[in-house]
């Protein structure tokens, strides 16, 4: 890095290509709308005062293409809030479609001021460029096709009589510049160095998008071992390890009679058992994002409210919602092993508990782990304890928040190990009302 890439704009440019693809899209359109908000305007007063270039058209095409990149900023950034890495259909879709009218843009651009006569015709090939550097090898040829696509029309069409050459411009010299055998003497310099340049740019682009995909791969495979939300934090360059209080909810599971289970099962069906189970809670966890914080023999730990927070009340009722999956879940794991001949008819526990606890990197210099701390992870495991399998406990703390929600009964108050007073717990309802 002490070489090109050590220059600062250089720099800078790498670090743009760093962040996650969706993020990266709705910046570079927000520097687009920046820059072109007081161009358009320039280009507006100065064309107002020219008998060069109709008005009408103009500003059309100059308006047309803000709202463009102001439209599509504005979807880029708002899903990107959820999705930053764009890898559900909604961010690809918004990706695809600012891609392309931003194409078009460039394609109407040239059309207006003359495709074969004035130095617009390398706008689309920028624009296309642009697009396929800073937002993805697909979205760059999704752009380049649209643009090919969409002059090829407008060409067929002015070759048929149907639209005129440059309707912009008021002074009409241009006119012969059209003719079929004037556009093939005068595009093939043109033709050739944009093909040249497109060439280049997408080779570079797919050694871009392989380091992309590496990264992509090493970020997956992180993720299998520590909590996703932790790596996607880490990864976008935050850091939300340091060692904090926070308000978390926190759930605790365990499976009645692991120990049995492992003496009556043989050690491929108990792997086999194992991993279905811990595959069908994470998948759950992950549907509801809950940071997974444990995953120890038979016991899950999750909690909601850090590194990413909404507020409690969301917390409490996802943690609540997910505890009433996964029991739906198990239920539906039995019956597929016993359909298998494995005797493996699971039985899981389940506590619940919203509270005060130290959150962030424990450990020491050389091994470190992202962890929940306190008397409110030691309250979910004990309810946990207390719990009759197949249910789900919640603490009082946590009824609080969802009871407007979620159908309770009330359980009195019990003795847990290790707590200093008696705990108010509650049991929530079959799922019907959920």
């Known amino acids: 890095m002490d070489g090109v890439w050590a220059h600062p704009w250089l720099r800078l440019f790498d670090r743009l290509l760093e962040r996650p693809l969706l993020s990266r899209a709705a910046f570079v359109m927000g520097i687009f709308l920046v820059g072109q908000i007081p161009t358009a305007a320039l280009s507006l007063w100065a064309v107002d005062r020219s008998d060069q270039i109709a008005m009408r058209p103009f500003t059309a095409l100059v308006v047309g293409g803000t709202a463009v990149v102001a439209l599509s900023a504005l979807a880029l950034s708002l899903v990107a809030r959820r999705d930053p890495h764009g890898r559900g259909p909604l961010a690809q879709g918004v990706l695809l479609v600012s891609a392309s009218t931003y194409a078009c843009f460039g394609v109407a651009i040239a059309h207006l001021l003359g495709f074969w006569s004035s130095p617009f015709a390398l706008f689309p090939a920028v624009a296309v460029l642009i697009i396929g550097i800073l937002f993805g090898r697909l979205h760059g040829w999704t752009a380049l096709i649209v643009s090919v696509s969409l002059a ?14 440059a309707p912009a411009l ?7 510049a059209g003719e079929l055998t004037r556009v093939i003497g005068t595009s093939v310099p043109l033709v050739a160095f944009t093909a040249v340049a497109v060439s280049l740019a997408f080779g570079l682009l797919s050694l871009s998008d392989r380091q992309r995909r590496d990264i992509a791969r090493s970020h997956d495979v992180i993720r299998r071992y520590v909590p996703a939300q ?18 978390l909810t926190i759930f605790f599971s365990d499976v009645v009679g692991f120990t049995e289970l492992t003496e009556r099962l043989e050690p491929e069906e108990l792997a086999r058992v194992l ?6 809670m994470t998948r759950i966890a992950e549907h509801y994002d809950g940071t997974i914080d444990e995953l120890i023999g038979d016991a899950v730990l999750i909690f909601f409210g850090a590194p990413t927070a909404t507020d409690d009340h969301d917390h409490a009722l996802r943690a609540v919602r997910m505890a009433v999956d996964m029991q739906a879940a198990v239920v539906g794991l039995n019956r597929r092993w016993e359909s298998d001949g494995i005797d493996a008819a699971l039985s899981v526990r389940v506590g619940i508990n919203t509270g005060i606890v130290m959150v962030g990197n424990v450990g020491s210099g050389e091994r470190r782990k992202y962890a929940a701390l306190g008397r409110g992870v030691n309250l979910a495991a004990r309810l946990q304890n207390h719990c ?5 406990l919640l603490s009082h703390a946590t009824w609080l928040l969802v009871r407007d929600e979620v159908d309770c009964a009330e359980r009195g108050e019990v003795e847990l190990k290790g707590v200093g007073r008696p705990t108010r717990i509650h049991e929530v309802l079959p799922p019907a009302t959920l």
């Open 275 to 280: 991993d279905d189970y811990f595959s069908e």
């Open 170 to 176: 008021v002074v009409r010299e241009v006119d012969g």
């Open 230 to 247: 932790v790596a996607d934090a880490v990864l976008d360059g935050q850091d939300p390890t340091a060692l904090a209080r926070r308000k």
């Open 152 to 165: 090829a029309t407008l060409e067929g069409l002015r070759l048929l009589g149907f639209i005129g050459y």
């Open 388 to 392: 009759t399998p197949g249910r789900v």
